[in-house]
Every structure is written in structure tokens, then in C-alpha cells.
């Protein structure tokens, strides 16, 4: 349905991003990105599973602490995961590892389209060198059409293999009750949602966990969406903000605001 719209709206959005021409409201990297370096999103951090795959995105927020999706643990053994910061490119061994010991998932969190997609990574050793992000404010929720930096290695169409580089995108906040008519199952406050209408940029598999930033502020982590880049399907991302969230965070996280 509105295929012919999302078409021409999205090859109008590869335009006007000075991007690549959209083709059936999908399109490149993060999907529709470019590539970033660690060295200016100094929080952001590789999630890699027991083969030392990279599979998720996480946040630092503090030396010992860092954010992802609830959902990137799920059937997970903690204790085979580690976190890597300062490494842009999947394949060199740049930056530093940190081995996880123990891992807290939002006591609420029943599924990632349920909400409080959200765990907290007590690391073994700080990752000391690198930069924190604070946490967007108790009850803040970033202003609709903001830009918001989002970076990770996930896909960069979807059902490549992700990334071997980092990829950064920049996405206007879409207001709340625009997203519920897109989403049946968005919930507001608990969940941000950011991305053009027309498509064009956005998170995707292997993204998840990546910190969605505004004005330095740590006000999403990336949680779903339904396919990546498409028209009116933003990505949805975990509020920080949101009181439940940022209470879960803080009291695992007592240094982080
Ligand atoms: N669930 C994905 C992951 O596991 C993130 C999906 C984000 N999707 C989107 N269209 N923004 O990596």
C-alpha cells in the first residue's frame, strides 16, 4: 500500500541528503550513512558474542558501565561477551576489551516491541581513555525533529553481513503520536522513534544497542523497527529518558545521571 508514494518520496530524500538514489524506500548503510571514527563517538562500543563476533552496539556510562538493548542478552551466556571500545574497523584489534561481569535486563522487559528494551553491562575492568555520554535528563524526551547521531556496524541494507567500518547517520526525531500511527505497537515516552518519513536513513540488524544521541545526550538505545529505511518505519528506540528507564539505570549505575 502507498508504494508509489514511499518511491518517490524516498529517491526526493537521496537528493536531498546528497545521498545515494533510493530504490523501493530502501538504501545504503547504517542504511543511508557514512562513515564515522571512534575517535567522536568515544562512548560507542562494540557488543561481541563468544566467537568474538561483533552482533551489537552499547553504550559507556561510566569507566565500568555501559547500555544495550535487553534484547541483545537474550539467550546470551554474559559471561562469554565483551565489550571493545576505540575500534572503528570489525577487523583490526584496535581499542580495548572489557570482559563482562554480570548484567542487569529491565525487570520489565518481556520482548524488544514490549518496551523497556534495556540492560545495564557491569564490566570486569574500566575502559579507562574514553569518553562517557550522560544520560538525557529524568523525564526529558528530545523535541520532535531534533537531530539525532546515531552509529553502529550493523547492516547497511538489509541482509548484508553489517559493516566491516562504522557507520554514522544522522535522523530527525519523529513526535510520538506521529510514530503510533506508523507502529500499532509503539508506546510513547517508552519508546523514541527517529528517521525521515520518506526512508533513506536509519539503525538495522546488528545495530541494536547503538546509542541514538542529541545535543551530546544519551536519549535512545536502538531497539527495532520494521525493516530498515523504509518509509514511515522509523527506527524505535528505548527511552532514556523516560523515568522507568533512566531509574533502572541509575540505581544499577549510581555514577551515571
Ligand atoms: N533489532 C535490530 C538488531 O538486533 C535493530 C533494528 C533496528 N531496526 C530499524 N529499522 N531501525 O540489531
Known amino acids: 500500500m502507498k508504494k508509489r508514494i514511499s518511491v518517490l518520496t524516498g529517491v526526493l530524500a537521496g537528493v536531498l541528503a546528497g545521498a545515494v538514489a533510493l530504490t ?11 562513515r564515522a571514527s571512534t575517535k567522536d563517538l568515544p562512548h560507542l562500543l562494540m557488543l561481541l558474542d563468544a566467537r568474538g563476533q561483533q552482533y551489537c552496539a552499547a553504550a559507556l556510562i561510566a569507566p565500568d558501565a555501559a547500555v544495550t538493548a535487553a534484547h541483545c542478552l537474550l539467550k546470551k551466556d554474559v559471561s562469554t561477551l565483551t565489550v571493545v571500545a576505540g575500534r572503528d574497523d570489525k577487523r583490526s584489534t584496535a581499542g580495548s576489551i572489557a570482559k563482562i561481569a554480570s548484567a542487569a535486563v529491565h525487570p520489565d522487559f518481556t520482548g524488544t516491541t514490549g518496551g523497556h528494551d534495556v540492560a545495564v553491562l557491569h564490566l570486569a575492568a574500566p575502559l579507562t581513555g574514553y569518553r562517557t555520554v550522560p544520560l538525557a535528563r529524568r523525564g526529558s524526551a528530545p523535541a520532535p525533529g531534533a537531530g539525532a547521531t546515531v552509529a553502529g556496524w550493523g547492516d547497511t541494507d538489509p541482509g548484508d553481513q553489517g559493516t566491516r567500518y562504522l557507520m554514522k547517520a544522522t535522523v530527525p526525531v519523529v513526535a510520538p503520536k506521529t510514530c503510533a500511527t506508523w ?12 528517521g525521515y518519513e520518506q526512508g533513506g536513513a536509519d539503525t538495522c540488524k546488528g545495530d541494536s544497542g547503538a546509542p541514538l544521541v542529541v545535543q551530546g545526550a544519551l536519549v535512545g538505545l536502538a531497539s527495532w523497527g520494521e525493516g530498515c529505511g523504509q518509509a514511515r518505519r522509523p527506527g524505535v528506540y528505548t527511552s532514556l529518558g523516560h523515568p522507568a528507564v533512566h531509574d533502572f539505570v541509575t540505581r544499577q549505575v549510581p555514577g551515571s545521571r
Open 183 to 194: 507502529y500499532p505497537s509503539f508506546r510513547e515516552g517508552l519508546m523514541t522513534c527517529a
Open 24 to 34: 523501493a524506500g530502501t538504501a545504503q548503510a547504517i542504511v543511508g550513512g557514512s
